[in-house]
């Protein structure tokens, strides 16, 4: 029987967990679209989303939510794009609570949108889940709404719930690295190591050029883990390789998040076949 390194194992899940609060995304536009914003800070929303999507590089995409700040200092969705492309977690917890108290006193959807992000950004999933379970069914052909439902039911312990709205979103379109990383993550959940491998690949696929390709990588080989260990090497190696050429790839030897995490993701990874 194969032996996982424990620590390999949790700097996998912790890439495939970061908060999702931090990172959510969409293709369809913002859900703030029925609140008073100017053409600016709306134009940068709808390039920063779709770049996140498409798992473009966060350092890419600051710089335009930095300028949507700049232009709209007092707008909650200038403040919520920069949460999202935020390069700390606590920064991108400080802007999502400064965004959903600028727009705690409209009664739009953003309203609750901001703050069942912010629910899950404290960890209060359960809630989060409740708000967001409302707006998609008064809108369920809101992609963002069922991408975040999805999202938040996977760390509130749903994962074949999650995969329900997250289907939905994919049929909705488009088909973007974002929602076959989240499938990936609900079919690994769920112990589907075969179906969360497709997903995963799917993802890489469909990802942005200069996309950093640690998430999509930690979820193969997680999955390879359970299901075919001896793939593990070639997953490293194909890793590398990609790496190799992509001025923005997390360099796999050193720490994830140097403030939290002292263990290179893949250094142990040839433990895990012998």
Not at 79 to 90: D, F, G, I, K, V
Not at 152 to 173: K, W
Not at 213 to 241: F, N
Not at 245 to 257: G, K, L, R, Y
């Amino acid at each position: 029987m194969t032996m996982i390194p424990r620590t390999l194992t949790l700097i996998l899940l912790a890439l495939l967990l970061v908060p999702a609060w931090a990172k959510d995304v969409a293709a369809d536009g913002p859900v703030f679209a029925s609140a008073q914003h100017s053409p600016e800070t709306l134009e940068m929303a709808e390039l920063v989303l779709h770049g996140l999507e498409i798992s473009q590089p966060k350092a890419l995409l600051a710089p335009m939510a930095q300028q949507a700040l700049r232009g709209a200092p007092s707008d909650a969705l200038a403040h919520y794009l920069t949460a999202l492309t935020a390069p700390t977690s606590q920064e991108a917890q400080q802007a999502l609570e400064s965004a959903y108290w600028m727009a705690a006193s409209s009664s739009a959807p953003e309203r609750l949108f901001l703050k069942a992000q912010c629910l899950r950004g404290r960890g209060e999933t359960s809630a989060a889940v409740a708000l967001l379970t409302r707006l998609a069914a008064e809108r369920p052909h809101r992609r963002m709404l069922l991408m975040a439902l999805g999202e938040t039911l996977i760390e509130d312990g749903q994962p074949e719930q999650a995969r329900v709205f997250l289907e939905q979103a994919r049929r909705l379109g488009p088909d973007t690295s974002r929602v076959y990383l989240l499938l990936g993550r609900t079919h690994l959940e769920s112990g589907q190591s075969e179906q969360a491998s497709q997903a995963f690949r799917a993802a890489l696929q469909r990802m942005h050029p200069q996309a950093d390709p640690a998430v999509p990588y930690s979820g193969l080989i997680l999955a390879a883990l359970t299901q075919d260990p001896p793939q593990v090497r070639p997953l490293v190696d194909e890793y590398l390789e990609r790496c190799r050429t992509n001025p923005w790839a997390q360099d796999p030897w050193q720490p994830v998040w140097p403030e939290e995490l002292d263990t290179p993701i893949f250094l142990d990874a040839e433990d895990a076949i012998q």
